[in-house]
């Protein structure tokens, strides 16, 4: 988690290092959607390494089209693997302990659709709604049942273009993660589960984008 703080530290820094080359140019030019589409990735698809019992093996991808100067719109895909209850906060003096690692681990993959809306400048809030297909794998890695849930997250994070024309992003984001639809656990799994919340609070995250 220190790593993770200094990521979104730096990208704080670089925003205001690049702040006044955006300043200097007409609010108009700002507000222009020079590229409609952008893919983007959170930075955990790029640190799926360490230790192999903790790592949740996260890749996601998103593509957003720009419906005004607002306003966007998107496709998400995501794929992890769990071995503890998501529904654990950081600070939770349960988080990361052994006697609630699930007996094996579970493989979610979803696709969902995601809303953009700028708020002021670079600040935006964003709702993400995410079907997912889960499939529980016991501690031998054999498959033991499939479920589904239904994912979504409340984001508010700001946009920091790269460079002079801002083709090359960064957004640094804090969400709220909720999943109201959560079918067909395993007893061992639910009872692990069911000593967690449903949700998941302020989650820190860095978004490193590319528009086309």
């Not at 709702?127 to 498959?143: A, C, H, R």
Request: aromatic share 18%; net charge positive.
């Amino acid at each position: 988690m220190k790593n993770l703080y200094l990521v979104l530290f730096l990208c704080f820094a670089l925003q205001q290092a690049y702040s006044q080359d955006i300043l200097n140019k007409k609010s108009n030019n700002n507000d222009k959607a020079e590229y409609r589409f952008s893919l983007y990735t959170t930075w955990l698809t790029f640190s799926n390494f360490g230790n192999p019992d903790t790592n949740t093996q996260h890749y996601e991808l998103r593509l957003g089209y720009q419906l005004s100067q607002k306003d966007q719109i998107g496709i998400k895909f995501a794929t992890w693997k769990l071995f503890t209850p998501l529904g654990i906060d950081i600070w939770d003096s349960k988080f990361l302990d052994r006697e609630y690692f699930f007996p094996g681990r579970l493989k979610e993959t979803g696709l969902g659709l995601t809303y953009q809306r700028r708020l002021w400048k670079g600040l935006f809030a964003t709702l993400e709604v995410m079907p997912m297909s889960t499939k529980y794998i016991d501690e031998n890695g054999k498959k033991i049942g499939n479920g589904f849930k239904l994912y979504n997250s409340y984001h508010l994070g700001y946009h920091v273009p790269l460079f002079k024309k801002g083709r090359f992003y960064i957004e640094p984001q804090l969400h709220v993660n909720h999943w109201p639809i959560n079918n067909n656990v395993p007893a061992d799994f639910k009872a692990l589960e069911d000593k967690s919340d449903n949700y998941f609070l302020i989650e820190p995250n860095l978004y490193i984008g590319i528009k086309f």
